[in-house]
């Protein structure tokens, strides 16, 4: 199983690594600037939106609004622990469910759902740490609502290219099985079926969490900004 580490930005990330490893292909570092390749993603209209958020004047602070940065740090935790651990509980449900003669559609749906729970999670964590950060200064609001700017602008990309994901895994699905998969209960007890389907499973995994921790990079940079104030 591929160790998956945490890392700051998607070029270059354990997600993209991974994925390139399992498609047995290189993953070039991109020459542009990160500014230009964002560029590429923004419209005018979604030009205006993020120069009104970064100039646009925000009410002071609410009274006693200010929020513990350690608590809304924990529930984030929480959140990436819940997500990891029902990660790990459909990879084992599916390892026990399938067989070595079903097809990719049962592990499509698995990985589908899994980022639906992701990103209804997430988005609402990280709607309420933007919340919190509104009630903490101007500063802070700006900050808050040049995020939600950028989850409206981007969310739409980020979806597009974490959708490609199921098709890049059914690929290594197909290369891993054999032409003629054996039933689950051969008669040689020393030969061992589902290996290759096991090994899938351990992968699918990696990339599951692989892509939970570049979901969760928005949010650490706003707990970040919300633990620097």
Not at 59 to 88: K, P, T
Not at 142 to 148: E, K, P, Q, T
Not at 168 to 197: G, I, S, Y
Request: aromatic share 4%.
């Amino acid at each position: 199983m591929v160790q998956v580490s945490r890392r700051t930005g998607v070029t270059g990330s354990t997600l993209v690594r991974l994925l390139a490893r399992l498609a047995d292909t290189e993953a070039p570092e991109s020459k542009q600037a990160f500014a230009d390749r964002l560029s590429q993603w923004l419209g005018w209209t979604d030009a205006i939106s993020l120069s009104a958020a970064l100039s646009g004047s925000s009410a002071a602070a609410r009274s006693g609004a200010a929020a513990d940065a350690s608590a809304e740090r924990a529930q984030c935790a929480r959140v990436r622990s819940a997500a990891a651990s029902a990660i790990a509980e459909d990879m084992r449900g599916a390892a026990m469910d399938t067989d070595t003669t079903t097809g990719f559609s049962p592990w499509r749906q698995r990985y589908l759902a899994r980022q639906q729970a992701m990103a209804t999670s997430i988005g609402a964590l990280r709607g309420r740490l933007r919340e919190t950060l509104a009630a903490r200064s101007p500063a802070m609001a700006r900050l808050a609502a040049v995020d939600a700017v950028m989850e409206q602008v981007l969310g739409a990309h980020e979806h597009r290219l974490l959708a490609t994901v199921p098709a890049l895994l059914e690929k290594h699905f197909k290369r891993l099985r054999p032409a003629d998969p054996a039933p689950d209960a051969p008669d040689n007890p020393e030969v061992q079926p589902r290996a290759w389907l096991d090994v899938f499973g351990q992968d699918m995994q990696s990339v599951l969490l692989a892509e939970l921790d570049i979901r969760l990079q928005p949010v650490e940079g706003l707990l970040e900004a919300l633990a620097a104030r």
